[in-house]
């Protein structure tokens, strides 16, 4: 009975080992294919690379203008899920505090909204942002991620803040303190986890968005990590060597910051998902 | 709750609390959705300031746009074939990423690597491995089915675009069913065990019934992004070979961006909502009542 038990694990467990290895394949071949010469890339793609080269990270990282996406990137991840993080806590807190006719169904649109797919409203939002000249900036960019992100966040937030002890609060605000501060100090921080899975939620859309940047962003110079990704691609379509490099070049940011977050992560996909 | 002294003070926290966060909500998603709706009524074109009523043609023109109907039906062939095989593959994953196997926290992070990419990349990357890698491997072992790329052929093009979503999305769903799988009381299936139950009675009569919420969600979330998949059709398959993979969200991206039909266009986006609507939310109303009490 133990051995058999043993054999089953064993056989579950190489089983599975392949499945991951046929999963992660195309990250392997990438991999190995960065490295090589375009000739090699096309006569034998599965062969490790001969002569080790930089060659074609230096040429994509140059020819996709690598630092400036990059940046554009991080400053429009960054600012959009710390607005949407702090205004929507701020909003969930007060829809739960405030339980009015007008909060409650200032809350139910937004939950209802939910359910609006983005491509029922591209083309009217390019068109007023558009005519108001408020198109082609990081900033504007910024501002849509708010709009777009905020009713999960709301959503998310209101199912806890419900949870926090209104007397919490309450003894705060006896002890002198303004709402603004009895939110920062007492209720934003007893709000952390939900807020590690909102952020990291938002991080993995907000990153690796293609569609509303290629929208609102038209310069190259404001362009994203997947944008220049995309045109990058859409110029170079015969040098396999740089492309592949360019593409492992957008890859890897992301995995390493998997590599230390990755507990989190898949936490805030658990947590994000019990609504 | 202490409430405010005086209405000016209550007004300020409420602008303030709750201001710039329905601000954006209502300028970015409220007022397009509905100034859409209007636009589906003008014949605007998307570079005269002025434009006209045309009243229902945006919509008979919809009806009788056969591409647009085309592109849909493919779509709805995709999603349900991409739904059910993401929800089977997640499901068959987490179960046994649960059975206290060595190392099985590993094999979660890995099998979600694909959802931190997005599907732009995800796109390029198998377009090498469908037209480079796969080709190779056909000619070297002379098997004639990857001999040809399949990107080059309209119904194997239209299966890359599946193996692809399956591979992205399956191990995004996984992280929910073990989530779900976890919440399952040992002692009801230790009771079922010792009373004789076997494996297959276990996941039919206890399992499957008290997952049925992390299947709401699942199904929820895979239908939600199938219907609306552009990036991985863009960068994939790039609707071709000879427009047979065009998906309807990018039909309705060139309709409106390419064509400059933007009346039209946001017909067809209008149109694309209200179905996507109604099955989302038919999906959910109907598989709660399938839920159980453990």
Known sequence: MENKNGTLAWTKFIALLVCLVLFVFPFLMLLVNSFKENKAITSSPLSLPHNFSWENYTNAFGKMEYVSAFTNSVIITVLSVVLISFLSAMTAHYFVRHQTKLNQYTFFLMVAAMIIPFQAIMIPLVKIYGSIGFLDSKWALIYMYIGFGSPLAVFIYHGFVKSIPAELEEAALIDGCTRTQTFFRIVFPVLTPTTVTIAILNVLWIWNDFLLPSLVLIAPVERTLPLSTFYFFGTYTVDYGPLMAGLMLTILPVLIVYLFAQKYIIQGVMQGSIK | ?294
């Open chain 2, 1 to 294: 709750m202490i409430t405010e002294k005086g209405l000016w003070n209550r007004l300020r926290l409420r602008l303030l609390f709750t201001g710039p966060t329905l601000f954006a909500f209502l300028a970015v998603m409220i007022i397009p959705f509905l100034y859409g709706i209007y636009l589906t009524f003008t014949n605007w074109d998307g570079i005269s300031t002025t434009s006209s009523l045309v009243g229902f043609d945006n919509y008979v023109s919809v009806f009788k746009d056969a591409v647009f109907w085309k592109s849909f039906l493919l779509t709805l062939k995709y999603v349900f074939i991409s739904v059910a095989l993401i929800n089977s593959v997640a499901f068959l994953l987490a179960y046994v990423l649960t059975s206290g196997l060595k190392g099985q926290s590993i094999f979660r992070a890995g099998f979600f690597i694909p959802n931190l990419v997005g599907g732009i990349v995800l796109g390029f990357v198998w377009q090498f491995i469908f037209s480079n890698v796969l080709v190779y491997v056909g000619k070297e072992l002379s098997l004639p089915l990857f001999s040809a790329s399949w990107l080059s052929d309209p119904n194997k093009a239209f299966w890359t675009m599946i193996i692809v979503t399956v591979w992205q999305y399956a191990g995004y769903m996984m992280v929910i069913f073990v989530a779900g799988l976890m919440n399952v009381p040992k002692d009801i299936l230790e009771a079922a065990s010792i009373d004789g139950a076997n494996l297959w009675t276990t996941m039919r009569k206890m399992i499957l019934p008290l997952m049925v919420p992390s299947f709401i969600v699942c199904i929820f979330l895979s239908l939600q992004r199938c219907f609306m998949v552009y990036d991985l059709n863009l960068s994939l398959t790039k609707g071709g070979p000879f427009k047979s993979t065009e998906m309807v969200s990018m039909h309705v991206y060139e309709k409106a961006f390419l064509s400059r039909d933007y009346g039209v266009g946001q017909a067809e986006a209008f149109v694309l909502f209200l179905l996507v609507a109604t099955i989302t939310i038919a999906q959910v109303y109907f598989s709660k009542k399938l839920e159980v009490e453990a």
